[in-house]
């Protein structure tokens, strides 16, 4: 599984963002998919994962009704929509697969370059 984020930037605090997880597999849609981010100094976050159907989604409690994981399967990709970005989501951003849950952080592997997001205040 080769997976490659784009769609970071520099945006100001309440701005939007929308990433984007390519893969370059032909199995995409049979395996779950996930975002990361991590901040300097900071520990890795499970941000959301989703299904492989794209049925069943999972967010973060610090970003639930702020962003949105998506999937469209014909173009072997997932999506991040990031709403009311603030300071705090400032990081790298990386997707991961998961053969097993959505949900449950240690199931992701395959991790895919990352992408940086800078929000300003």
């Known amino acids: 599984v080769q997976l490659q984020a784009s769609g970071g930037g520099l945006v100001q605090a309440g701005g939007s963002l929308r990433l984007s997880c390519a893969s370059s597999?032909?199995?995409?849609?049979?395996?779950?998919t996930g975002w990361f981010r991590q901040a300097p100094g900071k520990e890795r976050e499970f941000v959301a994962g989703?299904?492989?159907?794209?049925?069943?989604?999972w967010h973060a409690g610090s970003v639930k009704g702020r962003f949105t994981i998506s999937r469209d399967n014909a173009k072997n990709t997932v999506y991040l929509q990031m709403n009311s970005l603030k300071p705090e989501d400032t990081a790298v951003y990386f997707c991961?697969?998961?053969?097993?849950?959505?949900?449950?952080?240690?199931?992701?592997?395959?991790w895919g370059q990352g992408t940086q997001v800078t929000v300003s205040s």
């Open positions: 989703i299904s492989w159907t794209g049925t069943s989604t």
């Open positions: 991961a697969a998961s053969f097993g849950s959505w949900y449950r952080e240690e199931d992701f592997g395959s």
């Open positions: 597999g032909r199995t995409f849609s049979t395996y779950a």
